[in-house]
């Protein structure tokens, strides 16, 4: 039979990537916590979407983030084992969001999430997202770690996942130049 728990978290302490044990609220086990519920959104997101490459461009996405987790929670020196983010991966984000920027409608005002199934999906993505970065900023302050593309890449994701939202509105039928003010 295989069983789905070890019991080893029952003290509040955790094992990293590389030796030794933390405590559960140690800054680098929330960013890892905070980077796994970004991808559990966007796995919502993924699964709600009606335009095509919105699926394609978020599968790659969590994969990047399994990446990312795995480079903040191992210790500092084993990072360096664990370093896929690069700058190549951020200039990957940058042109998802370059090419999919025309094809969508920037409305003059702010927008209030839930015009759409997905769309609102893509904005809870986008805020966990933000929150993931606060995270993974606080650790690059601290000088826990020394990626800075891990920073880059965050930042960009939730622009991406903006542009994601539009995009799952816009395909949804959402024409906001029409919307009526109040």
Not at 35 to 63: K, Y
Not at 116 to 135: H, I, P
Request: charged fraction near 25%.
């Amino acid at each position: 039979m295989t069983r789905f728990y070890t019991k080893k978290g029952d003290t509040g302490y955790t094992s990293q990537l590389g030796k030794g044990r933390v405590p559960k609220y140690d800054q680098r086990i929330e960013a890892v916590g905070a980077i796994d519920e970004a991808n559990a959104a966007i796995a919502l997101a993924r699964s709600m979407s009606l335009a095509p490459e919105t699926n394609n461009i978020l599968l790659v996405v969590q994969r990047d983030l399994y990446q990312i987790m795995a480079e903040v929670s191992t210790t500092p020196d084993n990072a360096i084992r664990f370093r896929t983010i690069t700058a190549e991966r951020v200039t990957w984000l940058e042109a998802q969001t370059d090419e999919l920027s025309p094809r969508v409608i920037v409305p003059d005002e702010f927008i209030v999430p839930g015009d759409s199934k997905a769309g609102a999906a893509m904005d809870l993505a986008r805020s966990v997202v933000r929150r993931a970065e606060r995270q993974v900023a606080h650790l690059w302050f601290l000088k826990k770690l020394d990626n800075p593309e891990l920073l880059r890449y965050m930042n960009r994701l939730s622009s991406l996942c903006f542009v994601l939202e539009l995009l799952e509105n816009q395909t949804a039928g959402i024409n906001y130049p029409t919307l009526a003010k109040e």
